[in-house]
């Protein structure tokens, strides 16, 4: 009974840190929802419809999961809420923890007190990871007995000894003061497996022994028992560790630039440093200590870049070096920034032909009433079906993002009458209380006269609502 008051407190606990978790415009998203023939499944992993696209991004994740191909580049092109964030986000579950995937919004690069190339360089280098290979000696074994000696007088220094076994052999080592602050921080007693790594003296507990398992002492629900390790009490051990490039470019580049990983502020990082560290890391290559992993760098609302940053992709995705580039888009035929010229998604034709563009549709009805039911789930709304359709068709008429955040107000609405599902009634008072974007400008129109700054008669040309 005593192991089963103490779990009592540690599910309240996990339950607890699950609120924490934020929800965010695509946190319901898990993956593409590809099958193993990288078909779309209708619904899965929070995407719904775009097929055609899913199914592109799919074999897009397989290029770069392969490795092979570095710099390729991938636009995504679609009109504003049909889902292309939440493709390439799709894409950064899909890979997975170990391929590096940075996220950047085009006007990002002109907001830091560095030249726009410098943020997109440093960009580049945070998305290609190299994975470093070496091995450590470790020593692993059950701890038979541990003895610490304190000295009478209180003062001097404590000496002790350590006994540890294996399945075939038995040592006994003398223990330093730092062994014994370590073991006694650890709280390392006899009958748990431990692994000292020589290099740093590092301890880590893997658990009790199974030998133990039967002993009765009070132990908590949560011991992992282990088996006592076979063979030597040496061993060599591979460690892999995967940084990325930006990561050695700032150690390098300074004296202290371990601690401006954390500060953030890495300021311009001279060329040549950035040339030694791809000479060293290609040497690395060769001798098998490290390999390249070319990861992912997302460009979010493309056609804020500027020429000059354009002429940089075009070098930068020509390097050898190069991540997968993904760019998203929602603008049609447009004025690429810093020059007079109209280009189709407002980027210039010698980088639009080296990208493969993947198009976005927009959501029929269906889709769009799943997306709403994930995004329901989600937020921990409860809605009835009527309610559900009026949203679903005041969403088609407006947009998507409006009809989600609808879903939240329209909760707190119901939550204060009392009610414990959102109904007709909630949505109604919600879509009288925020007015969307079509009704808004044609409030507009109605009062410009009364509003500051108001241009009457030549309105035509420069509102961006006809888009």
């Known amino acids: 009974s005593s192991s089963n008051m103490t779990t009592v407190p540690k599910v309240q606990e996990v339950k607890d840190i699950t609120k924490i978790e934020r929800i965010g415009a695509h946190s319901h998203i898990t993956g593409l929802g590809l099958d193993d023939t990288l078909e779309a499944r209708a619904t899965s992993q929070g995407m719904v419809g775009q097929v055609k696209a899913r199914k592109a991004a799919g074999v897009v994740v397989q290029i770069i999961k392969q490795g092979h191909i570095a710099g390729r580049g991938i636009l995504i092109a679609g009109q504003p809420g049909t889902g292309k964030t939440a493709i390439a986000m799709a894409m950064a579950q899909s890979l997975g923890p170990d391929t590096p995937f940075t996220m950047i919004a085009g006007s990002e690069i002109y907001s830091l007190e560095m030249s726009k190339t410098e943020a997109l360089t440093q960009a580049f280098r945070r998305s290609i990871g190299v994975r470093i290979k070496?091995?450590?000696?470790?020593?692993?074994?059950?701890?038979?007995?541990?003895?610490?000696?304190?000295?009478?007088?209180?003062a001097g220094a404590k000496i002790g000894k350590l006994i540890l076994k294996t399945t075939d052999m038995e040592t006994i080592y003398d223990l330093g003061q730092k062994m014994i602050d370590a073991l006694t921080k650890?709280?390392?007693?006899?009958?748990?497996?431990?692994?000292?790594?020589?290099?740093?003296?590092?301890?880590?507990k893997l658990g009790r022994s199974f030998t133990r398992s039967r002993d009765y002492e009070v132990s908590g629900a949560n011991v992992k028992f282990v088996q006592c390790p076979e063979g030597e009490l040496q061993k060599r051990k591979e460690m892999v560790n995967t940084v990325s490039l930006?990561?050695?470019?700032?150690?390098?580049?300074r004296s202290q630039g371990f601690l401006a990983l954390f500060a953030g502020d890495t300021g311009e990082i001279k060329a040549e440093v950035r040339e030694q560290i791809n000479t060293k890391v290609a040497e690395w290559r060769e001798e098998g200590k490290a390999e390249i992993v070319p990861g992912v760098l997302f460009i979010d609302e493309v056609h804020m870049l500027d020429m000059e940053c354009f002429s940089f992709l075009n070098r930068a995705l020509e390097d050898d070096m190069a991540p997968i580039l993904i760019m998203a888009t929602n603008r049609g035929i447009t004025t690429i920034r810093g020059t007079k010229y109209t280009g189709a998604h407002g980027i210039p034709l010698d980088l639009l032909d080296r990208l493969l563009i993947i198009a976005t549709q927009p959501y029929t009805e269906s889709e769009f009433k799943k997306i709403l039911d994930i995004r329901c789930l989600e937020e921990d709304v409860e809605m009835?079906?009527?309610?559900?359709?009026?949203?679903?068709?005041?969403?088609?008429?407006?947009?998507?993002r409006y009809a989600i955040q609808m879903i939240t107000s329209a909760s707190l609405v119901a939550a204060k009458r009392k009610a414990t599902e959102v109904a007709v009634e909630d949505i109604r008072k919600?879509?009288?209380?925020?007015?969307?974007?079509?009704?808004?400008?044609?409030?507009?129109?109605?009062?410009q006269s009364e509003f500051m700054y108001s241009e009457q008669g030549n309105t035509g040309d420069a509102t961006m609502t006809d888009a």
């Open 134 to 154: 070496e091995e450590t000696e470790i020593i692993e074994g059950e701890v038979v007995e541990i003895q610490i000696d304190r000295p009478a007088a209180g």
């Open 186 to 204: 650890e709280k390392v007693q006899s009958g748990d497996v431990i692994s000292i790594d020589k290099a740093t003296g590092k301890i880590s």
């Open 246 to 253: 930006h990561e050695i470019d700032v150690i390098n580049s």
């Open 384 to 400: 009835n079906d009527d309610a559900k359709n009026l949203l679903t068709k005041i969403g088609m008429d407006t947009s998507l």
């Open 430 to 447: 919600v879509y009288d209380l925020f007015a969307d974007v079509q009704r808004s400008v044609q409030y507009l129109k109605d009062y």
